[in-house]
């Protein structure tokens, strides 16, 4: 049986990256058949249209339908996985305030859809900045879908760390494994290595003992992960989108298949429960392993003081924009 798969903003930049990867096998497998959904605003219809032509013109065997849309009753209908990569996007002089109002207004018609119109096993990922109150206001305007099914994209920013740590010991990327984001997908976000192992010449030694530079790991690290899409905006003039693509591609990949034994990844999920400190109610970026399609915190790895007082300021940050974001919601 085909999947049904939706991408909004299926229009932009991310997405032409992700819906080939998607379409060619690279997440669900090479041998699931998908039905792409693809959701944009009026305006994009006819860029889409090319996109569409495009998805046709590769000739995937995987690929039985695109439907291309600008209606939400018929995006959401049926569907089995949601990548919800379209928001409003921070204008030049916009506060993140209005950011937060635009998306907020997006995200309650978004979740209310899928409330409605998708399955309820559907798993929902929010790209969509700001990603992880965005997600919240998703799921909270879907009451029927479980909370856990909601997730939001800081597999990037893991993804980030991992590499900046393997080119500083000139290793490959796959041979760092369990780096941790803690908290927002904003630059208050906590790139943690105190838990990470390397594979250095065959052998797996954590990452603070493999590269002796604690002052590198506590300061510039932490600063190019937290800033590597400004970066890249101001060399590109556009933002992340090969890199964002590959990093959805991992996270929906590993919600389906689940992690590999031994190795935790990042993602934004709903802060209920954890052993953390994290205030409930949040969505929050935690290590969690992942099997039959349910993730679950990594439990029990020590946190210390430095690391205690970045997990707080980034869910400090989180708590302000949920609170902004609630107060709109009631007026949305």
């Known amino acids: 049986e085909p999947i049904r798969v939706l991408v909004t903003g299926a229009a932009g930049q991310i997405a032409y990256s992700l819906l080939y990867s998607i379409a060619k096998g690279d997440v669900f497998g090479k041998e699931q058949p998908l039905i792409l959904v693809l959701l944009d605003i009026t305006p994009m219809m006819t860029v889409l249209e090319g ?18 849309t600008d209606k939400e009753e018929v995006a959401f209908k049926d569907l089995d996985i949601a990548i ?17 109002k635009a998306n907020v207004k997006i995200f309650k018609s978004q979740g209310a859809a899928l409330d409605k119109y998708a399955k309820k096993t559907v798993k929902v990922v929010v ?23 909601f997730s939001c994209l800081t597999r990037l920013d893991h993804n980030r760390a991992k590499s900046q740590i393997a080119l500083k010991l000139g290793v490959s990327a796959n ?38 530079d604690d002052s590198w790991l ?54 209920d429960g954890n052993s953390y400190g994290v205030p409930e109610d949040l969505l929050y970026s ?3 392993v992942i099997k039959d399609k349910t993730w679950k915190f990594v439990e029990g790895l020590p946190i210390n003081d430095f690391s205690r007082e ?17 107060e709109f919601l009631s007026s949305a």
């Open 175 to 212: 041979d760092v494994k369990n780096v941790i984001i803690w908290g927002n997908h904003s630059s208050t976000q906590y790139p943690d290595v105190n838990h990470a192992k390397v594979n250095v010449k065959g052998k797996e030694v954590g990452v603070y003992e493999a590269i002796k």
């Open 51 to 68: 996109v569409v032509m495009e998805l046709q013109d590769c000739a995937l065997p995987l690929l039985r339908e695109v439907i291309s």
């Open 127 to 149: 790209v969509g900045n700001p990603a992880n109150t965005n997600c919240l206001i998703a799921s909270k305007s879907a009451p029927s879908i479980p909370k856990e099914n």
């Open 84 to 100: 919800l990569v379209g928001s409003m996007p921070r204008r030049e002089g916009m506060e993140r305030k209005d950011l937060l």
């Open 310 to 326: 970045k997990m707080d300021l980034t869910a400090k940050e989180l708590t302000e924009e949920k609170e902004t974001a609630v």
């Open 218 to 271: 506590k300061g510039d690290f932490i600063l190019t992960v937290q800033q590597r899409g400004a970066a890249v905006i101001k060399a590109r003039k556009l933002s992340s989108a090969m890199s964002a693509a590959k990093a959805i591609c991992d996270h929906v990949r590993d919600i389906w298949f689940g992690t590999p034994a031994g190795e935790f990844v990042s993602m934004g999920v709903i802060s």
């Open 286 to 288: 935690f290590p969690v």
